[in-house]
């Protein structure tokens, strides 16, 4: 009987989060059959921002939240960095702008951030603010 237990467990453990998930499918595959009609590109926009929102608010249920970037200090725990910029905006080692978002599980690192991260000044040479080289 336990073991039944444990195994069904194993198997059907993610079941409240992908019944949470089968909503933003169904408002998808809604978008897609507006879209593939002839549907406004405004009105298709909206429908997507909706979705992701809903899709947000689900991952949120499950404790799956976004990794901060933009502005903080680089933290290789939490961010990697494809490349680096020079900018007077953002200080020496400070994350400039963000490629793909990363998340946390709980207080586990699920998917680090794709960064790019600021080298300071470019030898205080005018006109060389945000040039970007390679990490």
């Known amino acids: 009987m336990i073991q039944r237990d444990q195994r069904d467990q194993i198997r059907f453990g993610n079941e409240s989060?992908?019944?949470?998930?089968?909503?933003?499918?169904?408002?998808?595959?809604?978008?897609?059959?507006?879209?593939?009609?002839?549907?406004?590109?405004?009105?298709?926009?909206?429908?997507v921002e909706l979705t992701l929102k809903?899709?947000?608010?689900?991952?949120?249920?499950?404790?799956?939240?976004?990794?901060?970037?933009?502005?903080?200090?680089?933290?290789?725990?939490t961010h990697q960095s494809v490349t680096s910029v020079?900018?007077?905006?953002?200080?020496?080692?400070?994350?400039?702008?963000?490629?793909?978002?990363?998340?946390?599980?709980?207080?586990?690192?699920l998917r680090a951030a794709m960064v790019s991260v600021s080298t300071g000044r470019a030898n205080g040479a005018p006109g060389t603010d945000d040039t970007i080289s390679s990490s």
């Not at 998930?21 to 593939?36: F, M, Q, T």
């Not at 499950?62 to 970037?69: A, E, K």
């Open 86 to 109: 020079a900018s007077k905006k953002v200080p020496e080692q400070h994350v400039v702008e963000e490629f793909q978002r990363g998340y946390l599980l709980h207080d586990r690192i």
């Open 17 to 47: 989060l992908l019944k949470e998930l089968l909503p933003v499918v169904d408002n998808l595959e809604r978008a897609i059959k507006s879209s593939r009609e002839g549907g406004n590109t405004d009105v298709l926009i909206q429908g």
């Open 54 to 77: 809903q899709l947000t608010g689900a991952l949120t249920r499950f404790h799956v939240t976004p990794i901060q970037t933009i502005g903080q200090l680089f933290d290789p725990a």
